[in-house]
C-alpha cells in the first residue's frame, strides 16, 4: 500500500489493509467491495494499493474471488466490510467458504456501514446507536465467526488492527493453507464510534483489555486463544471503560450494560470452553 | 457431427466447442438443462472449464466477472427470475467490459410463477449494456453461441453478448443440429486483465468525467459490434454455409404488409406467411435477431410487430424500438405472454384483422 489515502485519519480499517497487505506480498490480487476501504483507494486513474486491485459489487466479495481463484496462482484476497460480509454477501461468502475456495477473507469490521455514514449492520453491538439506530441497537452482535466456523475451514482467525504483529502473523499463516480462510478483524473507527482520532490504537486495545474483542484462531478445527487475550483472560477491565470512551455508546442504560456483559461473558466461556 | 439436440442441448455443445475456461451458473427451469449437460461434459473429462455450480445466479455473473477480469473466456446460463436477480452484474459485466457470453432461456416472470416462454425476461435488461441475440431453431442456438465468443471477444466491442432463446418451445424441442466439432476461435486476449507483474486497479473510484469517458468509450464499442457481428456471420457462413443476418427477410422484397417478430414466433409467421400469399395477400417476415445494438430496420410496407412481451403503460417493447427506428406508425400485438399457445392459423388472423395503426393484446381484446 502506497502512502497517502483519502480515509479518515485514526482509520484503522486502512491501517489493517496496509499490514494485510504487507503480509500478502506483491503475489497477490485484492478484491475489494464497496465500503470505507473501496472508497479510500483512490480516485481513477491514481490508486494507493500496488497489487491488483478487482472491485466488485457489495455482495459479489466471496463470488468474485471464486471467478478469481480459479484463474490463478497468486493469493486471492478479499477485504470486506462487515456489512459486505455479515449482512449482504453472507449468501455468496456462504457458498464460498462451502466450496473451500482457494482465497483468504478478511472482513474488517467497523462494526456499521462506514462508507453510507454510519448506518447499523449485523455486526454493531447491542446498545451502540447509529443513524438507524438511533436508540441504541435493541439486537446482539451477529456471530459471524461461529457462522464462518460452521464451514469447517482450514483456518479462521480473529485479529484487531491495534496488534499489528498478531494480523501480519494470522495473514502469513493463513496464506500457507490450501483452500478457504478467514480473519476478523476488529478496526475501530473514530467517525462512526465517536472517539477522537488519535485514541485509534488506544481504543483497538482497550477492545481486547475489556474483553469486548477476543484474539484467537481456529487451526485446522482446534480453537487457540491468541497471546494478548490469552493473558488477560481472568482480569479485564471494566466494559464501561471501552463504551465511555465512544460517543456511539452515551447514554446507554445501566440495563443495556449489563445484558452486553452477560452476552460478552457467554461469548467468551463458550470459546474458552471449545 | 450430426445429430437430433434440443434448444439447450445446442448451447451445451457449443459451450462446449467454444471451450470456455470458466464456468458458473446455477439452475432454473427451462434453462436446467443447460447446466446439467454441461457438468455430465465436465465429469466425463470432454470439458476442461471449470465448472462451480455456485449458491444463486448473482454469483454465477460475479464469478464469471472475476475470471474474466482475468482474462479469462467464460460462460453462464440463467432464464427469468435469476436473470433478474443478476441485474446488478449484468451492468457489472458491460461497464467493466467483460466479453462474457450467457444463454438465456426466455421465461416469464412472477407472479404468479409461469414457465413458459416470454420475452419480457431479456427485453427488461435491454439497457443493461449486454448485446442480446434471439434465435429461433436449434441449429441457431448452437451457432449463435459461438458467434458470440466471436463478437464479444473482439478488441473493437469486449462487452457480454446474451443469446436468448425461449423456454420450452425451442430449449426442449428436438430439432437436427450440426456441430462443427472443435474451437474456431481464437485465445482471448483481454487488455486490462489483471496482472501481478504489472499491476492495476479495474473498476475503482471514478470522476464524473472519467466515468462520463468510460461510458462513451463503451458506446462506441457496442456501435462498432455491428460491423463485428456482420463479420462474425460472413465467417461462420464460410465455415458452414448457414446465413445469419441482423434481421432475417422473409418474402419481404414484394411485400405490402411486414409482421415483425422475433424467436419461435417468426418461424410461426413464416407460415402464416405462406398461407396469406397464396390467398393473394403480399406478406413477409421481418424476424428481429440482432436486439441490442438495435439493427437498421427499413421496409416498405405497413408494419405489424408482436410481442411477446410488454411494458406497462408503455406498451410492446419490439413495437417501440421499431417505432423509434423507423418513425413509422405501428399495429402492435401482444401476444403469448406465459407461453400462450399461438399457431400460424393466429397469425394468419392477426394480419386479416390488422389495422394502420393501434395496439391489441391478442384473445384478450
Ligand atoms: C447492492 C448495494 N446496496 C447498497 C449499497 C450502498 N453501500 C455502499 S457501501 C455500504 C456499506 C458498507 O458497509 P461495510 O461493508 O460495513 O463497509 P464500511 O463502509 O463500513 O467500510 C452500502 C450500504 C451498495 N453499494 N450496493
Ligand atoms: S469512516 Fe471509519 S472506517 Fe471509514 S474511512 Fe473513516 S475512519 Fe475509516
Ligand atoms: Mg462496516
Redesign the pocket.
Known sequence: MLRGNSACPGCQ?NLALRHVLRACGADTILIL?????A?CQGIYPDTCINVPVLNT???AGASTAIGVAASTDSNVVVY??????AD?GLASLSFALEYNTDFLYIC?D?E?????GA?R?GTTPYGARTTTTPGGKRQHKKDIDSIVCAHQIPYMATAAAAYPDDLYRKVKKALSYKGSKFIHVLTPCPTLWGFPQEKSAYIGKLAIKTGAWVLYEKDSGKISISLWSKNILDKYLPLEDYLKAQSRFSGISDKDILELKRNMNESVKRLVQE | MKLIATGNEAVAYAVLDASPDFIAAYPITPQTTIVEALAKFKESGKLKATYIPVESEHSALSACIGAGSMGKRTFTATSSQGLLYMA?MLHWASNARLPIVMANVNRALAPGWNLWADLSDSLSQRDAGWLQLYVSTVQEAYDTILMAYRISEDPNVLLPVMVNLEGFVLSHSAQPLETLEGCYLEPLDLPHRLDTGTPHTLGNVASPNDYFKLRRDAENAARKSAKVTRKAEKELFELTGRAYRPVMEYRCDDADVIIAAMGVFAREAEAACDILRDKGVKVGVARVRQFRPFPEFDFDGRLIVIDRDYSYGCGGILAQEIRARTGKPVYSVIAGLGGQDMTYKDFVKIVIESREEGERWWGID
Open positions: 480499517a467491495t464497496p465500503g470505507c476501504s472508497a459489487a457489495f455482495a470486506a466490510g462487515d456489512g459486505a460480509t449482504i474488517y467497523n456499521a456501514y462506514g462508507n453510507t448506518q449492520s | 446488478e
